[in-house]
C-alpha cells in the first residue's frame, strides 16, 4: 500500500486529531509538536510558548482511498485559518494555523487550495495558515493520542470537540468513516 504523510495544526492537538481519526482513507493520526527550534519539546515547554512548535498532527493517510485535496477542505473546514495564534479561547504561538508538507506536490496543491480559498472568498478575513516544509516531527506524550476517545466527558471535549466533530458530520458526511 502507497501511503503519504502531511502534518496540520489548527488549534488544539486533541480536536484535530479526534476529526482526522474519523476520516475514510486515514490510516494513522499521531499528535504532537513541529514547527518550533526545540529539540523534543515537552507539552508544558510547548505550552509555555518558548519553543516555537505549534500543536500538530502527523496524518498518515491512503491517496487511493482520501484525496489530499479532501484533506485540505477538512482542515480548512473545521478550523478557523484565520486568526493569528489562536483557535477560540486556546491562544498563543502553539494554536497557530499551519501545514507542514512532506512533498513538494503537497505545497503546490496548498498554496493552490489557499487561493482558490480566497478567490471565493470563503472567510471574511485572509488565510494566514503557515505552509513549510515538515522538519522534525516530535511525538506528544501518551496521555494525549486518541484523548477525546478517551475523555468524551472530560469539559474541553464536551465543549470544544464535540463542536468540531458535529460540523465534521454536518459539513463532510461522505468523508466519514
Known amino acids: 500500500m502507497h501511503t503519504q504523510t502531511v502534518v496540520l495544526g489548527g488549534g488544539c492537538f486533541w480536536c484535530t486529531e479526534a476529526t482526522f481519526q474519523m476520516l475514510k482513507g486515514v490510516l494513522s493520526v499521531t499528535p504532537g ?44 473546514g ?3 485559518p484565520t486568526t493569528l495564534n489562536r483557535q477560540g479561547n486556546d491562544a498563543g504561538t502553539q494554536y497557530r494555523s499551519i501545514i507542514l ?27 494566514i495558515t503557515e505552509v513549510e516544509p515538515l522538519g522534525e516531527f516530535y511525538e506528544a506524550e501518551d496521555y494525549h493520542h486518541d484523548y477525546f476517545k478517551k475523555n468524551p466527558d472530560q469539559a474541553y471535549c464536551q465543549a470544544t470537540i464535540n463542536h468540531k466533530v ?6 463532510f458526511a461522505k468523508l466519514l468513516k
Not at 47 to 69: L, M
Not at 107 to 117: A, N, S, V
Not at 166 to 171: I, M, Q, S
Open 166 to 171: 458535529a460540523k465534521l458530520r454536518e459539513k
Open 33 to 76: 509538536y513541529a514547527g518550533g527550534t526545540v529539540k523534543n519539546p515537552t507539552y508544558e515547554q510547548v505550552c509555555g510558548g518558548s519553543t516555537g512548535h505549534a500543536e500538530v498532527i502527523r496524518v498518515e493517510y491512503d491517496p487511493n482511498q482520501i484525496k489530499f485535496q479532501d484533506l485540505l477542505s477538512v482542515f480548512f
Open 101 to 127: 508538507y512532506t512533498r513538494d506536490d503537497q505545497r503546490q496543491e496548498i498554496e493552490r487550495f489557499i487561493r482558490e480559498l480566497e478567490h471565493a472568498k470563503t472567510f471574511e478575513s485572509p488565510v
Open 78 to 80: 473545521v478550523h478557523d
